[in-house]
């Protein structure tokens, strides 16, 4: 019992994780359409100036917040150079977006160097409380805390507020909402830039739980982003969050019964979700090809 | 399709660039200086290099029936091509150097190929193109990551040597042995996309609402594209297994995939002859530059300039080098020699 409540915990964490690295491709991929390569490396410009910035403070917050500052300028560089000329076209999309990749990986690596840079959990978030038998490593909750808040932030943003009204109209019809008066070609700009965001905030939060930041990590969890925002449906926010959460859960029983597939259990759990709801789980019906 | 008046346009404008006007005449040309190489340099890295050019070529313009000729990019073909290496090496690994298990190699690569490529084909082909790129990826990843962990048959990252047969030992006869390969794969490729089949891959490629709306089973089609581009693939891959005596998980990343995909953008989708191009180009700039880096580590970074020409080519010459060129010569938006040809 015992280990299947700290598998639980462990799942759920993990899977908060993941949900704050897909949360911004479940805006920029899910909502807008834009397939975002460079995604992946956006997160990893966020965890490495996250780390650089922690090492020089030593200060968790203002980490995070040259994290997400980092990713904002990348975004907000990506979209105005780049991505704006591409809306609208998916092939263009992939190919541009991933000549991005290849230069922000090695502009990361021509900055930080190739090599793997260790990084330690916050002093006031490490360790864990044992709860008889139960241990809650207090990263993981404070984890959970944040995937919480963006989560719940993200869906009343889009729910509930004006902006987020114009960013799903436009979606459904651009033309139309241009007709508005509403420039709808900055709205995008501002979900692209916000996706980039999250992307950083993403990366610098994953750093501590890996323990480091290596040049392999930006695609290893856009492959995993991709996969919790194609589970989840796309253009559904709570979807992708608790895709996510499906991620982790799985991922972490199946470490317990038969470790070697641990890794595998994810695609299989993308392929099994594709063969039966290939719009996802709680899509709004934009991933099939008609 | 707008490309039928091609041949009167090309005869109104007169060589910009004196390229000559059948479309056989540049490759045949270019066969005969290969063939003559090795009698003129005796420089063994030369071959070899020329060789790598070649298999590359061979992967890239697989890579161009997805990309150029269907219009789909995926990015995990060095799942393909990483199946190929792999059947070669293990087999020639566990058995001895005859040359009779190398057609088990390419029989059992094309077998496993086709399975894989129906398999993740239909599962990522049903849907917007987008998710084949990353559908793709994430099988892969999961392969690359099975080739890693399954260390008792593979190794994994630090791979095995074996033996190949004798014959394919001497760097010149392999030289011959892949320029045969490459030129039977143009000749089987350039069939394939002027052939029925191929002609309508072209046509999801333009439009697919209206190839889908005059009949077309548009997944079977993009199926076929996906099983050709993986058997193609392969072949590369049992050719670099065969000229590497070495086999690890290498031949399986997602960075295998990206070069097939520089090559063909630089180069120029939808040419076959593009990929070509762009393999000759990386593989000449890899060569290079790679040299470059002893003078000052800067040049270690050689894929910034490439992944800033990359962008530049996506955005302002969406023909690629060979693309643009044509366009130069004919003034035409998006000519391509197999059309032209074909007719």
Known sequence: MDTFVNLTLNGLA?????????????????????????HGSIFMAGAYSGVWAYSKTQSFTLALLAGMAVGIVVGYLAELTTVRRVYGKPVAQVLITTGLMLVLNEVLKAVFGPNIIAVSVPPLLAGSWDLGGIIIVKYRIFTIIVGLVVAVAGHFILTRTRIG??????????????????????????VFVSGAALAALGGIMMAPALGAVNPNMGLENQMLAFIVVV?????????????????GLAGAYTAWVFPEASLAVNVILMAIVLLLKPNGLFGMGGGRNA | MPDVSLPTRMHKIRGLLSLPRSSRTVPILLLLILVAVPLITPSRSMLNLLTEIFIMGIFAMSYDILLGYTGIVSFGHALFFGTG???????????????????????????????MALIIGYLSLRLKDVYYAMITLAFAELFFIIAEKWRSVTNGADGFSFNVPAVLQDRVVYYYVSLVLLALIVVFLRRFIESPTGKVL????????????????????????????????????VAWALQQRFVSTGVMTVDKTIDALLMTTIGGTGTLYGALLGSGITGMAKNWLSELAKVHPIFERWYIIFGLLYIGIVLFFPGGILGTLMRIRSTKNKPSVTISAGD
Do not use: C
């Open chain 1, 165 to 190: 009204m114009i960013v799903r109209a436009g979606v459904q019809n651009q033309e139309m909402v241009q007709v508005l008066a509403i420039n709808i070609r900055r709205t995008f700009s501002l």
């Open chain 1, 231 to 247: 589970i989840g449906g796309m253009g559904s926010f709570v979807g992708s969050a608790l895709g996510g959460i499906l991620v």
């Open chain 2, 85 to 115: 290496a792999y059947m070669t090496g293990l087999i020639f690994a566990r058995t001895g150097p005859k040359l009779g298990y190398l057609f088990l190699a390419i029989g059992g690569g094309i077998l496993l190929v086709t399975v």
């Open chain 2, 202 to 237: 072209q046509a999801i490629r333009e439009n697919e609402k209206r190839a889908e709306f005059l009949g077309y089973d548009v997944l079977k089609f993009k199926l076929i594209s996906n099983v050709i581009a993986g058997v193609v693939a392969s072949f590369a891959g």
């Open chain 1, 14 to 38: 993990t899977g908060m994780m993941i949900f704050l690295v897909a949360s911004g491709l479940s805006l920029i991929f899910g909502l807008m359409g834009v397939l975002n390569f460079a």
